[in-house]
């Protein structure tokens, strides 16, 4: 099976700290791709990558930056935490090409105090 | 990509088949309808696809309308473990997005 793994299940930080959520899938997938899902907003795509070193702009960007240096790993950074960016996070990663399905871990369920 | 509408809540009694349908009346000639579902505290897990045939798999059947304007998932077998919310997303192939809607939240009942 498909195995995305996000490192932390729960997570408490500051406001104004520097925060780092990391994502690894087992699968050698192109694509990873994080969310962030807010009650009422549903998912909202921040940034994905298509490959090592490249990454994309999703709907919501603002405030956070990726980083993708091995093809499995894909982290998201919170540059200066704010309590807006309260919030679940989803990691997803697929294949590349047609009619591929993402594949998602299990959440970060981050609390900007 | 092409939005989707589908009913807020569903109940359906355990053992039942529980039906869900979405309208996805702007779809394109080349968009994929994907469902897939969330149970509390999880991430999203896919379920199906397709384009323009019906699909079955070990989890659910899917079925589209001719005129591709709505589908229906269909669960045969409904278990309290079917309690989720469900997503009807319509994606382009070319497009890595999915584009989420509210989705519908299946309460199955004993």
């Known amino acids: 099976d498909v195995k995305v793994t996000q490192s932390s299940r729960y997570l408490v930080k500051r406001t104004g700290e520097k925060v780092f959520l990391e994502c690894v899938q087992d699968?050698?997938?192109?694509?990873m791709f994080w969310y962030r899902q807010d009650p009422g907003l549903g998912l909202r795509l921040i940034y994905f990558s298509y490959d090592v070193k490249m990454k994309e702009k999703g709907d919501i960007p603002e405030g956070y930056s990726v980083s993708r240096e091995k093809k499995e790993r894909f982290s998201l950074i919170l540059e200066s935490a704010s309590t807006n960016q309260t919030s679940m996070y989803l990691c997803a990663s697929n294949e590349g090409g047609q009619r591929t399905e993402a594949f998602f871990g299990q959440g970060t369920r981050l609390t900007v105090v | 990509d092409a939005k989707t509408t589908q009913p807020t809540s569903m109940d359906c009694a355990e053992g039942r088949a529980a039906n869900l349908p979405c309208n996805h009346s702007?779809?394109?000639?080349?968009?994929?309808v994907y469902w897939y579902r969330q149970i509390h505290s999880q991430g999203p897990q896919y379920i199906i696809h397709g384009l323009k045939n019906n699909e079955t798999n070990e989890m659910a059947s899917l079925i589209i309308t001719e005129d591709r304007k709505s589908s229906t998932l269909i669960l045969p077998h409904a278990t309290l473990r079917d309690t989720a919310v469900y997503y009807c997303?319509?994606?382009?192939?070319?497009?890595?997005?999915?584009?989420w809607g509210a989705g519908t939240k299946l309460i199955i009942k004993p």
């Open positions: 699968m050698d997938h192109e694509n």
């Open positions: 702007t779809i394109s000639g080349n968009e994929y």
């Open positions: 997303i319509v994606r382009v192939e070319s497009n890595y997005q999915l584009i």
